[in-house]
């Protein structure tokens, strides 16, 4: 492609950063950022509270984020953030250590069960599920890999392999099938409470693809990432490295694309562009585009999660000692309640904490924001961590994913086949998975493949 054509990226996120920067660092730099918010950072959202900045958005990283390492190496920044801890509550707010045999003397047995099935788990991912870990979704549902490998080195890896297509289905099914079921107990943690949705919902891929055996391990081992400023430094530090920093308050009324070129009217004027790249959710692309019949039809079966997140202030004496996890309020039946909650600064108590929920799950009433957020306030008292004021609040539009049925019957490739073919590029969170290295190194693949 010509390095002077001219790109127009929709969204000021991960995704859309990144891609900018993988243009640029490709000798693309006639790009245009649009964002429609008064900031960048998309769903790293880092408010200041007492001087310092709490996560209302994303949090941490593991070792193996490569693409945020970039990002990092290209600030001159890194991750600088406190040290995470957790332990472990029942639904009764009494502290549990659910992994710790001596104190858990009836639960040896499948203690022992689970540890040998954790193992079992990384053998089968690496032989039969060969493969699996590459960014992206291109071809599992066809039982191939294609993309790049989750190595610093993330060189190019392609071929067949038929028992990808088990991925396809929900991953509570997938652990049946391969009896592996107990590891549930193990990758839970990093999933449902950080609202990915249940396993009984969500195809096996999005699970393996966010949680290789690696970085779950990392996770189980608290071998994370922070950054002292908050994620959406990370992404502020970009935005003002890049050549052309993103465009705030960009309010897209239009997208039409004819005759080779895409016409963006962006507050009211039309601008004229040779390629989009859309990171933006693409379910909502056709409220503002014109959404050509594929497109329409393929957005439309996209999901997502409502995640949502408190911040809160307690008095001095009811702040918690270290986060928590409640694994009780995991499962679809306690939708709507507490499954976790932060602290972030340890040296203070002068910070808020922040509680996190879900509250829709495929086969049960979407639960009410305001109920949700009363039964959130509810658990913290029950926890014995009570909150004094809520300081704020967000309902994050989250994970869009597909279900089985439509991953099975390729939406994926039909995707990935579409790309380019209306000058039109998709990338964000859907093409890969819901987290900021996932998206990032998306954005790095699109470029690698078509730029
Ligand atoms: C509570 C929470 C906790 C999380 N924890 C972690 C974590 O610990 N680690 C991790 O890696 N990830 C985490 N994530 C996920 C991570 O934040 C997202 O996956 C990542 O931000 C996705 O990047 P994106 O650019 O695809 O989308 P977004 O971050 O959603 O960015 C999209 C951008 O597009 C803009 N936009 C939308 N529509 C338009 C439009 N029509 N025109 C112009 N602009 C538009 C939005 O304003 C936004 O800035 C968490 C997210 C949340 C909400």
Same mark, same amino acid.
């Given at each position: ?18 891609? +900018? ?122 039982? #191939? ?8 080195? #993330? ?112 507050? +009211? ?103 949700? #957020? ?53 990338? +964000?969170?859907?093409?890969?998975? +819901? ?17």
């Amino acid at each position: 492609m010509d390095k002077n054509t001219k790109i127009c990226i929709i969204g000021g996120g991960p995704a859309g950063l990144s891609a +900018g920067m993988y243009l640029e660092q490709k000798g693309y730099e006639n790009y245009t950022i649009l964002e429609r918010n008064d900031h960048v950072g998309g769903k790293c959202h880092s408010p200041y509270y007492n001087g310092r900045r709490y996560e209302m958005g994303a949090i941490m990283g593991v070792p193996s984020y490569y693409a945020i390492h970039d990002v990092e190496e290209f600030c001159g920044i890194t991750h600088d953030g406190p040290q995470l801890n957790r332990n472990y509550k029942d639904r009764n707010g009494n502290v549990i250590e659910p992994f710790e045999p001596k104190k858990n003397i009836l639960k040896i047995p499948r203690l022992m069960k689970m540890k040998k099935q954790v193992t079992e788990l990384g053998r089968i991912l690496e032989t039969k599920y060969k493969g699996y870990d590459v960014n992206g979704h291109r071809g599992v549902a066809q039982g #191939r890999y294609d993309g790049f490998a989750a190595t610093p080195e #993330r060189e190019p890896v392609s071929g067949t392999n038929e028992n990808l297509k088990d991925l396809t289905m929900p991953f509570k099914d997938w652990c049946e099938l391969n009896n592996v079921e107990l590891t549930q107990d193990i990758w839970i943690g990093p999933f449902t409470s950080f609202g990915y949705g249940y396993f009984d919902e969500i195809p096996a891929a999005y699970v393996l693809k966010y949680l290789d055996f690696q970085t779950c391990m990392n996770f189980v081992r608290i071998n994370l990432w922070t950054w002292k400023n908050g994620t959406q430094f990370i992404w502020e530090s970009l935005n003002e490295k890049l050549k052309n920093s993103a465009r705030l308050n960009s309010d897209i009324t239009k997208v039409e694309r004819k005759d080779g070129k895409v016409y963006v009217t962006v507050n +009211g004027t039309v601008e004229e562009y040779d390629k989009l790249i859309v990171t933006a959710p693409l379910q909502y692309f056709p409220d503002y585009a014109d959404a050509r019949e594929d497109e329409a039809a393929h957005f439309a079966k996209i999901d997502y999660e409502r995640y949502d997140v408190l911040a809160v202030e307690t008095k001095p004496e009811d702040h918690p000692e270290i986060s928590y996890y409640v694994f009780d309020n995991m499962t679809p039946e306690r939708l709507g309640h507490l499954m976790v909650y932060y602290r972030r600064w340890r040296d203070t108590k002068n910070q808020v904490i922040t509680t996190y929920a879900l509250r829709k799950h495929r086969n049960s009433a979407e639960i009410p924001y305001e109920e949700c #957020r009363e039964t959130v306030l509810e658990d913290l008292k029950i926890m014995k961590n009570p909150a004094s004021k809520v300081v704020n609040e967000q309902s994050w539009y989250y994970f869009p994913h597909v279900f089985s049925e439509d991953y099975a019957a390729g939406w994926y490739d039909d995707v990935e086949a579409m790309q380019g073919k209306y000058d039109t590029y998709y990338a +964000g969170e859907i093409m890969s998975f +819901g987290d900021m290295d996932e998206t990032a190194e998306y954005s790095r693949e699109l470029v690698e493949r078509f730029f």
